[in-house]
């Protein structure tokens, strides 16, 4: 700091010296003209010496040089595609962003570089997601220079079918630095490139990490899930923490020839007993018997002996103990199809114990087990059957199950058991098919986006309540679900019911929501027109 | 019209307005539009049927909404949809209604233009014209001679006091000066009050505004011993302004095609101030052209960043020559493609700045365009780096979109550096403008 700066900040009745002088020619046209007072000369003095700082400002000379971006391989959209894009992601609309980086995904486009920066700074999960295969060079270059971003750059060998190779220092940087969600990301990328260094690095790190993080962690081990696998899961079920064990139990329960599904399956069998009528006339009867009480060893496998509130202990012991089976076992096991197994099960007093372990089974096995697509359909009427005659919690348990049996399904399966719920029954409401439209594909099939629209338009169409206004709310919230094939059908002109003179708080709301609706439509056709041009 | 959608959202300050006009960008709500070499109209169907009409030679615009917004959604719609779907290319008659208002316009043009009648103020006018210049001369003296006791206290007690004084400490300064009709040191001193504790330098930077401010004062205190080209920029740096009639009478005339290089809103306390630096396409000359609105008003004329057009600038009279304003702007105005005249390198630009501040010691912004820079992200603050490897700092926002439009390669990049940091206007890359 220069003198006359330590001067001023101390105040002049502080300082009793003389005031320093300026060594500048120009100081002197001001000493000359005799200003009043101390202060004034300081001042003054000050004056001149900033204005000769600003003048004789010179540049920095150590910044070092960023490396530029590769030319762009990909195509860039056009300046009014980009438009369109920037809206959407201006106004936050999400499902629309997403809709429109997909099919840009699709066409080979990459995002115009304006949009990065707005895009990369999106927090929305499935957004940033599908940014990775549209950053192109100058988006993945970007990344590079902000650590706020590389998150994104770890997650995306992740993702694609044939994984891109990244350098393994850029991951290890970000495994080494990085917040926990982006060390996920690269664990998951390295266990597709090199699933022993991942589990390696992530050994390595265990001791060191929390509770919360060694279950995350863990979970990253589901990617490239195999035998070597084994040793470092058994250690972790003996880990402090109870959750970090039921991680790694839940695992090694998905390696058919770990000692632990071995144990779980004969657990399991020693729970369900077949019993065949020998004259044939009845038929087959499963019948449940949990134990009465658990070995210690049980815990150790994932099973805890502490259940969650409101349940029995056997029946969540069974529930546990069979999710952790594949169904496909109880096939050969018991020599039945699945339909037949559940019919066999269903009078059981844990019937409902035993269908939520199968149906949690499925979910688990999905990917590794062959026969257990065939337990999608019996399960989804199971569930179906038992929501009709119940109600409050134990129904919105059972629509729960139906969303998860649901979401194995392929697109059109779904579909199809979605669409006859549109037509309402005495069992079903007028708005019990809307609780499910978010779990099929996207977007739907155009014969399923007509029954879904002809259906709301029914129903807009005769009623003025909330049924109306919740499947207008649904409308617009699926806007990015209708194939574009459907367009002309969603453009139609909506006729919305309204009761009498009086305006209705129903009927505004219904018409708001359809023309949020159209409006989305519009802008995914005009992004289709400009896409193909 | 050969826009940009980013121009014509850069017309308006109001996020809402730019909203509603996308929404008006479709051809079902214009049951009439049309387009000439010199104008685009358009009918608009909303609670009425409103008339928009724009004039293409500098995007003036009208329309008869009641709207409070200017542009309006309307004139904002008319002009995104003619971006996106250009209409009916051939030219049509403009129709009466359009016709009417672009003569009206030509004609105060002309009116504007056209020198003042010769003929002398009566003597009483005269006489009564002197007297309220004496009594605003009165005024000034004296709000000066406060503002000096103002600044010694200040210095007496320390500056070390001034990190802790409230936001009022410098407006009521600001407001004094305001009443004693000497805007211009009015809105130096507010602006000050931004500046304690903003960063590790800041008492520096507050003593020598304080330095430069008492310099002021002691220039206009001696303003017949100076050279007249530097008494008018201080009687002007007080607050005086410079009278369209001396404007036309002693200003500067450059003719050139005027590039709008970079623009940037300055958001005082009631008064918006837009601020353009234009650049002339063969004379290379920088001017500032200052424009002010107060309570939502709009701007006087339609300058659009990242355009050209053939004109006359007047420059204000003065040492700095580097106020400006346009005479007239002539022939269509036309969306930037090649990169505008700049500085080579950054040693040539702040030699620029150290020129003008010998002739205009209280100078605080210089525009200009720098040629061939690179963005860079360093030492946790953003850089314009040169191909002799110096570089200025960087300050404003959207750094990153500027990054990412460049991609690490050299660019032209229109600034005002303040003598501390260069805050960023636009780039021009790979033949496109984009302000930031």
């Given at each position: ?6 001067v001023?900040?101390v ?9 320093p002088?300026?060594?500048q ?19 003054l003095?000050?004056g ?7 003048a004789?400002?010179r540049?920095?000379e ?9 030319p762009?391989?990909?195509k860039?959209?056009?300046r009014?595609l980009?438009?369109?894009l920037a ?11 997403i809709?429109?980086l ?5 066409h ?10 707005l ?15 549209v950053?192109?060079?100058r988006?993945?270059w ?11 750059l ?6 694609s079918?044939?994984?891109s190779?990244l ?24 266990r597709?490139?090199?699933?022993t260094?991942?589990?390696d690095?992530?050994?390595?790190a ?15 081990l589901?990617?490239?899930l ?12 003996s880990?402090?923490s109870?959750?970090?064990?039921q ?13 632990l599904?071995?144990r779980?399956r ?15 006339v009845k038929p ?8 009465q ?6 815990e ?10 409101g349940?029995?202990?056997r029946a969540?012991?069974?529930e ?5 089976v ?9 020599h039945?199809q ?11 007093p844990?019937a409902?114990?035993?269908?939520t372990?199968?149906t ?6 999905a990917?590794t087990?062959?026969?257990s697509?065939?337990?999608l ?8 059957s038992?929501?009709?005659?119940r109600?409050?919690r ?5 629509l ?27 069992e ?8 499910f439209l ?5 977007p739907?099939?155009?014969s399923?986006?007509k029954?879904f ?44 019911a ?7 708080w129903f ?5 708001t ?21 | 019209m050969n826009?940009t959608?980013?121009q ?15 929404k008006?960008a479709?051809?079902?709500n214009?049951?009439?539009r049309g387009q000439s ?13 409103y ?5 293409l030679?500098?995007f ?7 709207s409070r ?5 309307h004139?904002?719609g ?6 996106n ?10 129709p009466?209604?359009?016709?009417d ?8 043009k002309?009116?504007e233009a056209?020198?003042k ?14 007297q ?6 009165k005024?000034v003296?004296g709000?000066l001679e406060?503002?000096?006791r ?51 330098d800041?008492s ?5 505004e ?24 201080i009687?002007?740096l ?8 001396a ?15 970079g623009?940037w ?7 918006r101030?837009?601020r353009s630096w234009?650049v002339?396409?063969q ?9 002010f609105?107060a ?12 355009t ?10 003065g ?14 105005s036309?969306a ?5 005249p ?14 003008s ?15 061939d ?15 002799e ?5 960087l ?6 979109k500027a990054m990412a439009?460049t991609g690490?390669q050299?660019?032209?990049l ?5 003598g501390?940091?260069l805050?960023?206007?636009s780039?021009f ?5 984009w302000?930031?």
């Amino acid at each position: 700091m220069d003198e006359l700066t330590k001067v001023a900040l101390v105040g002049t009745t502080r300082f009793t010296g003389v005031v320093p002088g300026n060594e500048q020619p120009a100081a002197a046209l001001v000493a000359d003209s005799s200003p009043s007072s101390r202060e004034r000369v300081l001042l003054l003095r000050c004056g001149v010496e900033s204005i000769y700082g600003m003048a004789g400002r010179r540049p920095t000379e150590d910044i070092d040089p960023v490396t530029p971006a590769p030319p762009e391989t990909r195509k860039l959209p056009s300046r009014r595609l980009a438009a369109i894009l920037a809206d959407a992601a201006e106004n936050n609309q999400n499902d629309l962003v997403i809709d429109f980086l997909e099919h840009m995904a699709g066409h080979g486009v990459v995002v115009p570089p304006e949009l990065l920066p707005l895009l990369l700074a999106s927090t929305h999960k499935d957004v940033r997601r599908r940014l990775i295969p549209v950053l192109g060079e100058r988006g993945t270059w970007l990344l590079r220079q902000n650590p706020e971003w590389s998150d994104l750059l770890a997650g995306s060998g992740n993702l694609s079918e044939t994984p891109s190779y990244l350098p393994i220092d850029v991951l290890k940087q970000t495994w080494d630095e990085g917040k926990i969600d982006a060390r996920c990301e690269t664990i998951k990328t390295l266990r597709r490139q090199d699933p022993t260094l991942a589990r390696d690095w992530i050994t390595q790190a265990f001791p060191r990490e929390k509770a919360g993080e060694r279950a995350r962690l863990v979970d990253c081990l589901a990617i490239g899930l195999s035998d070597r696998d084994e040793p470092f899961l058994d250690g972790c079920t003996s880990d402090r923490s109870a959750v970090v064990g039921q991680s790694a139990a839940r695992l090694l329960s998905c390696l058919p020839r770990s000692a632990l599904a071995g144990r779980m399956r004969d657990r399991a069998e020693a729970m369900l007993a077949l019993e065949r009528d020998l004259a044939g006339v009845k038929p087959a009867k499963i019948v449940c018997s949990p134990p009465q009480q658990v070995e210690p060893a049980w815990e150790r496998d994932g099973v805890p002996k502490q259940t969650p509130t409101g349940q029995g202990q056997r029946a969540f012991w069974a529930e546990t103990v069979l999710a952790a089976v594949p169904p496909s076992h109880w096939q050969t096991h018991f020599h039945l199809q699945p339909q037949a197994l559940i019919d066999a099960v269903i009078d059981d007093p844990f019937a409902g114990s035993v269908l939520t372990g199968w149906t949690q089974a499925a979910c688990r096995f999905a990917a590794t087990d062959v026969m257990s697509p065939e337990w999608l359909v019996p399960l989804w009427k199971y569930w179906r059957s038992a929501a009709k005659g119940r109600e409050g919690r134990a129904r919105e348990g059972d629509l729960l199950q139906m969303r998860a049996v649901l979401a194995l399904m392929p697109a059109d399966l779904a579909e199809a058991s979605i669409a006859p719920l549109f037509e309402p029954t005495r069992e079903w409401g007028e708005v019990d098919a809307l609780n499910f439209l978010d779990v099929p594909a996207r977007p739907w099939k155009l014969s399923f986006a007509k029954a879904f629209l002809d259906a709301a338009r029914r129903q807009v169409q005769t009623t003025v309540d909330e049924s109306a206004y919740r499947w207008a709310l649904s409308v617009d919230q699926l806007a990015c679900a209708i194939p574009p094939e459907a367009f002309p059908f969603a453009l139609a002109p909506w006729e919305v019911a309204s009761p009498g003179e009086t305006a209705n708080w129903f009927t505004s709301s219904v018409r708001t929501a359809l023309k949020k609706f159209i409006a989305v439509i519009e802008a995914r056709q005009r992004f289709m027109t400009e896409l193909y041009a | 019209m050969n826009l940009t959608l980013e121009q014509v959202a850069a017309m308006s300050q109001d996020a809402g307005a730019i909203a509603a006009g996308k929404k008006l960008a479709d051809a079902r709500n214009w049951p009439e539009r049309g387009q000439s070499a010199s104008a685009l109209w358009g009918k608009c169907q909303g609670s009425s049927v409103y008339q928009v009409k724009v004039d293409l030679l500098d995007f003036g615009y009208s329309c008869n909404c009641p709207s409070r917004k200017f542009p309006c959604k309307h004139v904002l719609g008319l002009l995104f949809l003619c971006l996106n779907s250009p209409g009916p290319a051939d030219e049509q008659a403009t129709p009466d209604w359009v016709d009417d208002w672009l003569k009206m316009r030509a004609a105060r043009k002309e009116k504007e233009a056209a020198p003042k009648s010769d003929e002398a103020p009566s003597p009483a006018g005269e006489k009564a014209r002197q007297q309220r210049v004496q009594q605003r001369a009165k005024l000034v003296q004296g709000g000066l001679e406060r503002l000096g006791r103002w600044l010694d206290d200040m210095m007496r007690s320390g500056l070390a006091d001034v990190a802790v004084k409230p936001a009022s400490f410098w407006q009521d300064a600001a407001k004094r000066l305001m009443d004693a009709q000497a805007p211009g040191l009015a809105a130096r001193v507010a602006r000050l009050g931004d500046v304690p504790r903003s960063s590790p330098d800041w008492s520096q930077r507050v003593l020598g505004e304080l330095g430069r401010i008492a310099l002021v004062l002691h220039g206009y205190a001696r303003l017949d011993e100076l050279d007249p080209a530097l008494s008018s920029e201080i009687r002007q740096l007080v607050g005086w302004n410079v009278t369209q009639d001396a404007l036309e009478r002693e200003g500067e005339r450059v003719d050139d095609t005027w590039i709008v290089a970079g623009q940037w809103v300055d958001e005082l306390e009631r008064l918006r101030v837009e601020r353009s630096w234009v650049v002339g396409r063969q004379t290379s000359r920088v001017g500032l052209i200052l424009q002010f609105s107060a309570g939502g008003q709009p701007f006087a004329d339609s300058i659009v960043a990242g355009t050209e057009q053939k004109g006359t600038l007047v420059f204000y009279p003065g040492a700095s020559g580097q106020r400006a304003k346009f005479l007239d702007r002539r022939g269509m105005s036309l969306a930037l493609r090649e990169r505008p005249p700049g500085y080579l390198v950054i040693e040539q630009f702040l030699a620029a700045v150290s020129q003008s501040l010998g002739r205009q010691p209280w100078l605080d912004a210089f525009g200009g365009v720098l040629h061939d820079v690179t963005i860079v992200p360093a030492r946790d603050s953003w850089w314009a780096r040169d191909q002799e490897a110096k570089a200025l700092p960087l300050v404003g926002q959207n750094h990153w979109k500027a990054m990412a439009l460049t991609g690490g390669q050299p660019c032209d990049l229109t600034g005002e550096w303040d003598g501390y940091g260069l805050r960023v206007l636009s780039v021009f890359t790979a033949e496109s403008y984009w302000a930031l």
